[in-house]
C-alpha cells in the first residue's frame, strides 16, 4: 500500500506538470485561455480532478484485479482558435506534455546515474529495484537506498505518462499529432474527442498487454542507457 500512494503522488504531480506544460505550450502560441484561468501554476489545488485523480486509477485498480491503473489531472483548458499557427499549433499543445515527462525522467536519470557512479546509490540497488518495479514486488520497506526508489519511480512514471500519452487516440495526446497530418474536419475531430475517452478506456482493457508490453520495453531501454548496463 505505500509503495502504491507514493506511486499515485508521483503520477498526480507528473500529470500535473504534463497539464502546466500543455497550457503553457499554448500561451506561447498566443492562447491566454490557461493564463487567465489560472491553471498555470504547480499548485496541486489547481488541478486534482475527483474522477480522474481518485476515482479512476482506484476504479482502474478494482477493474484490472491489481494489474493496471492510471491516474489525471483535470485538463488544461486552452482555445485552439486562438493559437497563431492554427495547422499545426495544436499538435505542439498537444506534444508539449510528453515532451515536459520525457524532460523529467531525462534529469532524474542523469542524477541517478551520478548517483550510482558516485556510490550514492549502488548499483546493485538501482538494478533491483528496476527489476523489482517492473515485477511489481514491494520497493519501500526492502532496505534498499530511499533515494534510488524515489528517482526510479519518478522515472517509471513519466516514461509511462509520455509514451502512454503519445498514443494516436482521442483524447490522448497522440491524437493531436494524428489530427494535425490527417484531413479530418473540425466537426470529426469534436466528435472523436467527445466519444473517445470511453472507446479509450475499452481499447486499455482489450490491448492493455500489448500496449505496456512495448511501452515497458521502451522503458527497459532508458534505464539500461542511463545506467549504461
Given at each position: ?23 503553457l505550450?499554448?500561451?506561447?502560441l498566443g492562447d ?9 501554476t ?16 482506484v ?20 482555445n ?27 534529469v ?28 511489481g514486488?514491494?520497493?519501500l520497506g ?26 494516436p ?10 489530427f494535425?497530418v ?21 481499447l ?6 500489448p ?19
Open positions: 500500500m505505500p509503495d502504491l500512494i507514493l506511486l499515485i503522488i508521483i503520477l498526480i504531480m507528473s500529470a500535473i506538470v504534463h497539464e502546466v506544460s500543455h497550457g505550450a499554448a500561451l506561447w491566454p485561455t490557461a493564463k487567465y484561468a489560472g491553471r498555470l504547480l499548485n496541486p489545488l489547481s488541478h486534482l480532478d475527483p474522477w480522474g485523480s481518485f476515482l479512476m486509477p476504479g482502474l485498480l478494482l477493474l484490472s484485479g491489481g494489474r493496471f491503473f492510471f491516474a489525471a489531472a483535470k485538463p488544461v483548458p486552452y485552439p482558435y486562438n493559437l497563431r499557427d492554427q495547422k499545426y499549433g495544436p499538435a505542439i499543445v498537444g506534444v508539449a506534455g510528453p515532451v515536459s515527462n520525457i524532460i523529467i525522467a531525462l532524474f536519470g542523469i542524477f541517478l546515474r551520478i548517483f550510482t557512479s558516485t556510490g550514492v546509490v549502488p548499483m546493485g540497488d538501482a538494478v533491483a529495484l528496476i527489476t523489482n518495479i517492473f515485477s514486488q514491494s520497493l526492502s532496505g534498499l537506498s530511499g533515494i534510488g526508489i524515489l528517482f526510479i519511480m519518478i522515472i517509471y512514471v513519466n516514461i509511462l505518462l509520455a509514451f502512454f500519452n503519445l498514443i487516440f482521442p483524447p490522448l495526446d497522440g491524437s493531436k499529432i494524428l494535425a490527417l484531413p479530418i474536419s473540425e466537426e470529426m475531430k469534436l466528435r472523436l474527442e467527445q466519444g473517445g475517452f470511453m472507446f479509450l478506456l475499452l486499455i482493457f482489450l490491448l492493455s498487454g500496449i505496456f508490453a512495448i511501452i515497458r520495453f521502451i522503458e527497459l531501454i532508458f534505464f539500461k542507457l542511463i545506467l549504461g548496463i
